[in-house]
């Protein structure tokens, strides 16, 4: 899916996304981008209004931290939300929405 121009989206402003039957968090930090599921899976509040930091974001009502490589809890990384590739092509953005990526193996990121 295309999302925009990465020259558009700006560092500390996340978009969020409708994805197929959720919304998802767009990340820009340090050039890179990376694509959550945007809803914290303890009560539901929306991850892109929470603050990011060193690649984890913190949820907004109760503060459980996700990190933008691979959607694992801080806390616990055994927990994890939904992350997706994400690609610039030509200075486009593109998210791929089709398949949630849980684990990227050998310390590779998994989405972004």
Not at 10 to 22: F, T
Not at 44 to 66: D, K, M, N, Q
Request: glycine content about 14%; aromatic content about 8%.
């Amino acid at each position: 899916m295309k999302v925009g121009r990465a020259e558009d989206i700006a560092e500390e402003n996340p978009r969020v996304l409708q994805g197929p039957g959720k919304s998802i968090a767009l990340f820009r930090v340090g050039g890179d981008f990376f694509a959550i599921d945007d809803m914290c899976p303890h009560a539901g509040a929306s991850l892109s209004g929470g603050p990011v930091e060193e690649g984890i974001v913190t949820c907004p009502w109760h503060y459980w931290r996700f990190r933008l490589k691979d959607g694992a809890w801080a806390d616990n990384p055994k927990i994890k939300i939904g992350c997706y590739p994400v690609t610039v092509q030509n200075g486009d953005v593109f998210v791929d929405v089709s398949n949630p990526k849980h684990d990227a193996g050998a310390g590779k990121p998994a989405c972004g």
